[in-house]
């Protein structure tokens, strides 16, 4: 080598290193999420510091105290003009904070205080060696029957750690719908899942069940992410970019700039295609639509009861957030393709979901199929493809998310010697023994059905016409006819309850603490408020149903 090269190689050396700019966050607008991660964190230190016998409490008040922080974080953000005027992207392209966001995670936060109270239930299982028991496992490191978990229960030991695990779902649900990028929303999609796969495996009663259902929900979701993952892949081959609005640029053709290094493969129509699929894919899983809606019934039946409650409302709102915006703002372009096979998913799962509900004998796995019908109903409203389309999806979410979390806590009443008694046989003739427990799930299974004057009709009306105006009127027919077969099975589990007679050995109803009324409560209030006078919010969800591109 010459001096000459060996002297230009040190100059270049030499060159001042390139300043890397610091970061600009935006804490303010990213607050509600940062409150519950830091939460959780703290939930995390009061687990290896506090007492056994104080943890309890401490995680309650700690959990309680930060979602409700959250939400008035929310609702100060939307207050400020950040749904409307002021909706921009922080975290330098990461997270949009828009009205689609703030509504979501509204809706997130509170149906996450609603999963903390149904959590912290402490009186429906007698009291076990002089302490009162809750829902999970005494012990989840133990292995069921074993003598470690003998000596857990004789202690009167209690898994805390639900809580911070509760608060790390509700932070990845609350940045999933506001995901602006693709890694974004996949990081998201992992902080909220590992811990949901986690929660559904420390069931107290009926424990290998639990833990079968949350291997199976960790196997199919650990499949679902990899696909999201492939898909994300192609789709940054395909744009030269994970942001959301550069690929929507690429798509439409009105990108500027070239990654040269990409050049060859940017605009492949394959890779988009492929890619595209594979993330909604994911999505869809999430969401619980047929055909990859096999691993809800059993993971419905399989984890503790406050912990599907939980799940089967906020999971939905936050996955079918991020598939609104995928969906609107970064594939509008190609929404010729997609469009056709949306329909197609939406249609099974109405359907399959409605049919299938029909031989359930288990009220979970009822329920469970009850929310993939759901899924299909909402779809309707993601695929009208009109501002009215949004604004309809984010009602149905906050409409459905309390009806479901209500539903779930009112299943935890019904219990005899075994626990939950979930069989169907076993509710007969409920409504004469408890009239009152009987009567509020009759008005959450009428909401379901979408009869008039509950939150459930003005869902179903709201979607359905969206995706009649957005010119799917196919959908709606079938929709329809896929209401009337739910409506069969509802009214099926009312009649049951109500009109036949009760078993001398039949189950026993449960005097709840204050938690899990106040979480019935609130649910039977929201379902009739927003099924009586529903204007307001429909308003509010039309005003939030604009995306910030």
């Not at 804490?27 to 687990?47: D, F, H, M, N, R």
């Not at 008035?72 to 966001?101: E, F, N």
């Not at 936060?109 to 402490?122: H, I, Q, S």
């Not at 809606?293 to 079918?320: E, I, L």
């Amino acid at each position: 080598m010459s001096a000459t090269a060996v002297h230009s190689l040190w100059t270049t050396a030499a060159d001042p290193i390139q300043k890397i700019d610091a970061p600009n966050i935006e804490y303010g607008q990213l607050s509600p999420t940062l409150i519950v991660i830091g939460a959780a964190v703290i939930g995390i230190l009061v687990e290896a510091f506090v007492p056994r016998r104080s943890r309890y409490y401490v995680q309650v008040f700690v959990s309680v105290v930060a979602l409700a922080a959250a939400f008035a974080a929310v609702v100060a953000l939307a207050a400020s003009g950040y749904g409307t005027t002021k909706a921009g992207i922080a975290a330098m392209g990461a997270v949009a904070v828009d009205g689609p966001a703030l509504f979501l995670q509204g809706v997130i936060l509170l149906a996450g205080v609603l999963g903390v109270f149904t959590f912290a239930e402490r009186r429906l299982d007698p009291v076990a060696h002089g302490n009162r028991v809750d829902s999970f496992a005494a012990q989840a490191a133990s292995v069921p029957g074993s003598d470690s978990e003998k000596a857990a229960v004789k202690a009167g030991f209690t898994t805390t750690e639900v809580f911070p695990l509760l608060l790390f779902a509700i932070g990845g649900m609350l940045v999933f719908p506001a995901a602006n990028d693709l890694l974004t929303l996949f990081i998201a999609l992992e902080v909220f899942s590992l811990p949901l796969y986690l929660l559904c495996a420390v069931a107290r009663r009926k424990r290998i069940m639990s833990q079968e259902a949350a291997v199976k929900y960790f196997l199919l979701g650990a499949f679902a992410s990899a696909f999201t993952l492939f898909g994300i892949a192609l789709l940054y081959g395909y744009a030269g970019s994970v942001s959301y609005a550069t690929i929507a640029q690429v798509v439409d053709g009105t990108v500027e700039t070239v990654n040269p290094a990409l050049a060859d493969t940017m605009g492949n129509d394959a890779l988009l295609l492929i890619g595209a699929a594979m993330v909604v894919m994911g999505l869809l899983f999430k969401v619980g639509a047929v055909p990859f809606h096999m691993w809800t019934p059993d993971v419905y039946q399989g984890a503790p009861t406050p912990v599907t409650g939980f799940m089967a409302a906020a999971t939905k709102v936050a996955a079918f957030g991020a598939l609104l915006r995928l969906l609107y703002v970064v594939l509008p372009g190609l929404r010729w393709d997609w469009r056709p096979v949306m329909m197609g998913v939406a249609v099974v799962t109405m359907l399959g979901g409605a049919i299938v509900a029909i031989t359930q004998t288990d009220i979970k796995r009822l329920l469970a199929y009850s929310s993939i019908a759901h899924a299909g109903f909402i779809l309707a409203g993601v695929i009208a493809m009109t501002p009215d389309g949004v604004s309809s999806v984010l009602f149905y979410l906050g409409a459905y998310s309390f009806v479901t979390i209500g539903a779930f806590a009112v299943v935890t009443l019904v219990r005899d010697a075994g626990g939950e008694a979930t069989h169907l046989s076993k509710w007969a003739g409920l409504g004469r023994r408890s009239p009152l427990v009987a009567a509020v799930f009759a008005v959450y299974l009428l909401a379901f059905a979408g009869i008039p004057l509950t939150s459930g009709f003005a869902g179903k009306f709201a979607v359905f016409k969206a995706a009649a105006e957005g010119g799917a009127s196919a959908l709606v027919v079938v929709g329809v006819i896929s209401s009337a077969i739910a409506a069969f099975f509802y009214i099926r589990v009312i009649v049951l309850m109500f009109f036949s007679e009760p078993r001398p050995e039949g189950p026993t109803v449960a005097v709840p603490s204050p938690l899990t009324m106040t979480a019935i409560a609130v649910g039977v209030a929201v379902t009739l408020v927003l099924g009586v006078a529903p204007q307001y919010f429909l308003d509010l969800a039309g005003q939030a149903g604009v995306f910030v591109r």
